[in-house]
Nanobody, 113 residues
Framework: QVQLVESGGGLAQAGGSLRLSCAASGDIFSINTMDWYRQAPGKQREFVARITTGGITNYAVSVKGRFTISRDNAKNTVYLQMNSLKPEDTGVYYC???????WGQGTQVTVSS
């Protein structure tokens, strides 16, 4: 029904930056609230950021001030700008459409010290 495809992951050094993208396609009939989650090896998936249909943002305490979520509704794309990266930011990052419980396949982010 809906496909979410993340991109932009990779390897960064501590203090560096990455910009993730999540492109939505398929049966999209309205603007949706979108989330970013991440999962480190052996750990539970955790919430990272949310942007509502109105552009209101919310962040996990661990990333507040370093990450910025944004969206381009015309492109059906949500972004996660990650600055001042830390090794503990390492994990697979997933975008989510919570209203319909759709998830992307994830993109790997690795931060070296």
């Amino acid at each position: 029904q809906v496909q979410l495809v993340e991109s932009g992951g990779g390897l960064a050094q501590a203090g560096g930056s990455l910009r993730l993208s999540c492109a939505a396609s398929g049966d999209i009939f309205s603007i949706n609230t979108m989330d970013w989650y991440r999962q480190a090896p052996g750990k539970q998936r955790e919430f990272v950021a949310r942007i509502t249909t109105g552009g209101i943002t919310n962040y996990a305490v661990s990333v507040k001030g370093r990450f910025t979520i944004s969206r381009d509704n015309a492109k059906n794309t949500v972004y996660l700008q990650m600055n001042s990266l830390k090794p503990e930011d390492t994990g697979v990052y997933y975008c989510r459409m919570p209203g319909r419980n759709y998830w992307g396949q994830g993109t790997q982010v690795t931060v070296s010290s």
